[in-house]
C-alpha cells in the first residue's frame, strides 16, 4: 500500500498553462505539506495544512493555491505557469503539527516542466 | 547565511570505509534535528532524528552540538546500497513542524 501517493509522476506544459497536482496519505496523519525542490536541490516547504486549516505559507507566488478538501488529500493548483516553476513538487505528511519530532512521509514526487 | 549548510561533497569512498559529514545551522533556537536520505529521483526518508545526547543506529551514528551549532553524521563499514544524498534538516522554532533542508551531501560508495 503506498503511505502517501501523487498524481501526475510526470508533467510536462507549456508557460501560462494551468494545471493541478493531487497528494493523497493514506496513514491517517493529521498534517500534509507541500514542497518543491528546484534543479539545485534544495528542498523548500510551500505550504502546509492541519485537519484542512493552512498552517504554513510561505513566500510563494498566488499563482499556486493549494486546496485540502478533507485531511487525507492535498492538491496545488497553478496557474499561468512560468520556466520557474520546473521543479520536483513534493507531497508529505506528519502525525501531529505540534510536535517537532514527527517524521515527515514523502510521497514520490511530481516533475513538473515548463516548456 | 544559510539556514543549513552542508558540504555538497561528493564523497567518494570505497566499501568499508568511514565517513562523516558535517552541517551546521543559523537559528540556535532551533528545536530538533535530523538527517534524511535522497536516492536518485526518489523521495527523501528519515534516516535517524537527532538528539542533543547524540544516538547510535547500527552502523551510523548522529551527534548534536548546540554550542557550535553543527550537527554530524557517521556511517561505519559504508556499503554500496549507502550511496544516497544525505540530508541535514532543522526544525526552526517558528512553526510546530516545519522543517529547513540543507542542499545535501553526495556519498557514493564504490566496490
Known amino acids: 500500500d503506498t503511505a502517501v501517493s501523487q498524481t501526475p509522476k510526470y508533467l510536462v506544459t507549456q508557460m501560462g498553462n494551468d494545471k493541478s497536482i493531487k497528494c493523497e496519505q493514506n496513514?491517517?496523519?493529521?498534517?500534509m505539506y507541500w514542497y518543491k525542490q528546484d534543479s539545485k536541490k534544495f528542498l523548500k516547504i510551500m505550504f502546509s495544512y492541519n485537519n484542512k486549516e493552512l498552517i504554513i505559507n510561505e513566500t510563494v507566488p498566488n499563482r499556486f493555491s493549494p486546496k485540502s478538501p478533507d485531511k487525507a488529500h492535498l492538491n496545488l493548483h497553478i496557474n499561468s505557469l512560468e520556466l520557474g516553476d520546473s521543479a520536483v513538487y513534493f507531497c508529505a505528511s506528519s502525525q501531529d503539527a505540534g510536535s517537532s519530532y514527527n517524521e515527515q512521509f514523502f510521497g514520490p514526487g511530481t516533475r513538473l516542466t515548463v516548456l | 547565511r544559510k539556514e543549513v549548510e552542508q558540504d555538497p561533497g561528493p564523497f567518494n569512498v570505497p566499501e568499508g570505509a568511514t565517513v562523516a559529514f558535517n552541517c551546521t545551522y543559523s537559528n540556535s533556537a532551533s528545536q530538533s534535528f535530523f538527517w534524511y536520505r535522497q536516492d536518485c529521483r526518489k523521495e527523501p526518508k528519515l534516516l535517524m532524528s537527532v538528539y542533543s545526547s547524540g544516538n547510535e543506529d547500527g552502523r551510523f551514528t548522529a551527534q548534536l552540538n548546540r554550542a557550535s551549532q553543527y550537527i554530524s553524521l557517521l556511517i561505519r563499514d559504508s556499503k554500496l546500497s549507502d550511496s544516497a544524498t544525505y540530508l541535514c534538516?532543522?526544525?526552526?522554532?517558528?512553526?510546530?513542524?516545519?522543517?529547513?533542508f540543507g542542499a545535501g551531501t553526495i556519498l557514493r560508495v564504490k566496490s
Open positions: 534538516v532543522v526544525n526552526p522554532p517558528e512553526y510546530g513542524n516545519k522543517l529547513v
Open positions: 496513514l491517517g496523519h493529521d498534517t
